[in-house]
């Protein structure tokens, strides 16, 4: 994993660079294949962070978490079945500096440019997939409630960081204290101590439990990745619908072209208004009408292969994502527990540890 | 544990002092309940020796506590002896608990149950059962200072309370109050001193107490040693009450800080638990939209509301044990300089009518009056009381603060065993349908 190698550089500066070849890596993946749920990039600046330091993007904590993002989407890039045949994949984690030219050859940018702009827009589709409007539903779902989930966790994060703190000033007040007492002196002092090491234990439970957020916003970006298959779907179909309008109507104007009774057309209207045009000029009219319905059929037949085709393998492809989703949040809530249990453990030592001390009071 | 020397619990009457332990001191060592003791858990916290013996029991108690206070060695410093020691064994046993509100047309307020058993002669009856209201514990309190001003008389709770701020009938209230009142009631009842005092013995007995009763009893000792406001110029105190005047003023502050503290983490607690809270509905709220993740994510909910209730336990017992047994101490602390202030006074009326007589003597040879002689013995007696006061105070501080501590890390383990172990369950719900998936994969 050279690229990545070199992603760890500890300049911002490269970092930030590096950080966005990753993104123009994942650009090309999106556009190039649409029926994928593309694993997403860590973030790019902090969010939902639980205390006014972490906000920092040059914290070396938040720098080290992003690498490994960095890599993580990589290593699950590399080992998806579809997205690790990739040649520009092959060329990015290979070529240092070649592969920028190697991927804008390929002119996705114009496609991705389109695409934007087609996933933004607003548009009536008549026969969806009930699966896939279900999956959009479901993918809504899911950014909601991460999203929920990460900015509850700040907070808690937050009040649990101003709990253990405070403990801190038992250390003081008792070092105080057993400055003028005798017997009580040496016992006060030593659980002073232990409530310090228990103020401190906060900053370790906290970042580790950062790994933990990470592991939830994987699965926040993921959301959006989902629902951009969905509204591919819906686009594709969409397309279909409308190429099938356009040649139903094509093909209707022939009929009324052939059959000489015009219904409603401008055409119509400037032979009533100029008079009637001459058989060649209708000649010709129907002869461009047979080319463009000819067109229109093969355009027809492209979208339904278009759209058939992606249905396919995006329903694949979502049936993987969903197994995999599952797998790692059950993991992830797994190790949510560990460290929660950790916590529980280092809390019942410190306490034990102050209360042989109060016993030797 | 032999039941014939049940020394571990605090004797009034003879016993050396530095064998007396507070009542309300924490064991060195746990003791396993040996055959020889039964209690009622759960009932009103009467425990007793197989032989019939009560044996006393205070708040705060439950089962495991009571066990703790029984001892099997004394491991005291052997300093100090008791003025007062002899070879009898404890013999005074008092407890107030079962409190009970009275509404009367003019007021309502709140009664407690003053429960005592002696084999004393200074009683009638070896057992007592009489109600109680504040307003009594306090005519007691005045009496005993009246009576015995150069010992130091144990603090009662506070008297008044903001109406509107504090609802003096409420649960939490009534039963501080009356934990302070035990304690009160307690430390009398261990003084050698003042438990032989007849107000105490009229508070304990009398069926209706008649506070005009008292006037009756005041001794001789009592009015010849009444405090005496000014006049008198204290010239050198001697270094050792100075020592305990400075120490009182230290360990005041320091109190002060604590309660501080205390009630920080109370209020950081509390924000906490709202956000926690909130934090568990998400995972509740996500789980109806999931299918394989459905049990998981409650799961995770219903631990994160077993740390709250968990958490709420915690800090309940913090506001309704901790601090009013801190604050309860710094009326101690005042109790204790009042008693300084008293003794620095009766140095000074001495000082001062030594002087004159002295003056008196060199100008008419007047011997020395007898008056000044009876001062120098009051003050020589106060100084005694005092200082054997102040060794049993340091002695009961030491043990009430161990055993208030020692309950506040107890209480902080308890929370993180209760949070603990919900999460194992939690890992071995999801740890088992792992391998549940798993074996059916590979099936």
Request: charged share 30%; aromatic share 8%; hydrophobic share 35%.
């Amino acid at each position: 994993m050279d690229a990545v190698a070199e992603g760890r550089n500890p300049a911002p500066d490269s970092l930030w660079r590096r950080y966005s070849e990753f993104e123009l890596l994942r650009s090309y993946l999106v556009v190039t294949y649409p029926y994928i749920v593309v694993p997403p990039l860590p973030e790019k600046r902090a969010e939902f962070v639980w205390h006014k330091l972490s906000a920092d993007n040059m914290d070396p904590d938040f720098v080290e978490r992003r690498r490994v993002g960095l890599e993580n989407f990589l290593l699950r890039v590399a080992s998806h079945p579809v997205l690790s045949n990739d040649k520009i994949l092959y060329h990015f984690l290979t070529e240092e500096h070649g592969w920028k030219e190697v991927v804008y050859e390929t002119g996705f940018q114009a496609k991705a440019d389109s695409r934007l702009r087609a996933l933004s827009a607003t548009f009536r589709v008549r026969n969806t997939d009930k699966r896939f409007m279900d999956m959009k539903h479901y993918s809504d779902e899911l950014q909601s409630h991460t999203s929920q989930l990460l900015r509850a966790r700040a907070r808690v994060a937050d009040r649990l960081y101003g709990v253990f703190k405070v403990h801190g000033n038992y250390g003081r007040v008792f070092s105080e204290w057993s400055a003028i007492e005798k017997e009580m002196g040496d016992g006060l002092q030593s659980a002073g101590h232990h409530m310090d090491a228990y103020a401190a234990s906060i900053d370790d439970i906290l970042e580790e439990e950062e790994h933990y957020a990470d592991q939830l916003k994987e699965y926040l970006f993921y959301a959006e990745a989902l629902r951009a298959v969905c509204r591919k779907h819906e686009l594709t179909q969409f397309e279909l619908e409308m190429a099938s309008q356009d040649l139903i109507s094509k093909k209707q104007q022939r009929e009324e072209l052939a059959t000489g009774c015009e219904r409603f057309s401008f055409k119509g209207m400037t032979n009533k208004l100029f008079g009637q045009e001459a058989p060649e000029q209708r000649e010709a009219r129907l002869k461009l009408l047979e080319e463009l319905i000819a067109e229109g059929e093969e355009a027809v037949k492209e979208k339904t292969v278009e759209c058939e085709e992606h249905v396919e393998r995006a329903w694949v492809d979502m049936q993987r994502f969903e197994e995999q989703k599952d797998k790692d949040l059950r993991e992830a809530l797994i190790n949510y527990a560990v460290m929660q249990i950790s916590m529980c453990k280092k809390g019942i030592q410190v306490w034990s540890n102050a209360k042989e001390c109060f016993l030797k009071m | 544990m032999s039941v014939g020397a049940p020394r571990g619990l605090a004797s009034s009457g003879q016993k050396p002092i530095t064998e007396i332990l507070h009542p309300l001191s924490a064991a060195e060592e746990p003791i396993s309940p040996g055959p020889d003791v039964t209690v009622n858990v759960g009932g009103e916290k009467e425990a007793v020796l197989t032989n019939g013996t009560p044996v006393e029991t205070s708040s705060p108690a439950s089962a495991s506590s009571l066990f703790n206070r029984l001892q099997l060695d004394d491991d005291l410093e052997a300093d100090a002896r008791d003025p007062y020691a002899s070879m009898e064994t404890r013999d005074l046993f008092v407890t107030v608990d079962d409190p009970k509100k009275h509404v009367s047309t003019m007021e309502t307020y709140i009664t407690y149950r003053v429960s005592t058993k002696t084999t004393r002669i200074e009683f009638d009856l070896p057992e007592y059962s009489v109600r109680r209201r504040y307003q009594d514990f306090d005519w007691l309190r005045i009496k005993l200072e009246d009576s015995q001003p150069t010992h130091l008389i144990p603090p009662l709770p506070e008297k008044f309370v903001m109406k509107g701020v504090v609802d003096r009938f409420s649960e939490e209230f009534v039963e501080t109050r009356m934990k302070a009142l035990d304690k009160f009631l307690k430390r009398v009842a261990d003084h050698p001193v003042l438990s032989f005092n007849p107000h105490l013995n009229a508070f304990l007995s009398a069926k209706d107490l008649n506070k005009r009763q008292g006037l009756a009893l005041l001794t001789k000792v009592g009015e010849s040693v009444k405090h005496v406001a000014g006049g008198y110029k204290l010239r050198a105190r001697p270094a050792e009450f100075c020592a305990m005047g400075e120490y009182l003023d230290t360990f005041s502050q320091k109190l002060g800080t604590i309660d501080r503290i205390a009630q920080r983490i109370l209020k950081e607690q509390s924000e906490y638990l709202t956000e926690l809270r909130e934090y568990g509905t998400v995972y509740s709220s996500w789980a109806a939209s999931e299918e394989e993740l459905r049990r998981p994510l409650e799961g995770v909910a219903g631990c994160v509301t077993t740390c709250c209730g968990a958490l709420e336990d915690l800090s309940e017992n913090m506001s309704q044990d901790f601090l009013p047994v801190l604050r309860e101490y710094v009326l101690y602390i005042e109790s204790m300089k009042n008693v300084l202030r008293k003794r620095d006074q009766s140095q000074a009326e001495y000082e001062g009518r030594l002087e004159a007589a002295i003056l008196r003597k060199q100008e008419d040879r007047t011997p020395m009056p007898i008056e000044v002689e009876k001062c120098q013995d009051k003050v020589e007696c106060f100084n005694a009381d005092l200082k054997a006061d102040w060794e049993r105070w340091q002695s009961n501080k030491r043990q009430d603060f161990k055993q208030l501590l020692t309950g506040m890390a107890d209480k902080n383990i308890n929370h993180y065993e209760k949070c603990q172990a919900a999460w194992e369950s939690l890992i071995t719900l999801l740890q088992d349908k792992q391998t549940e998936d798993k074996t059916s994969e590979t099936n």
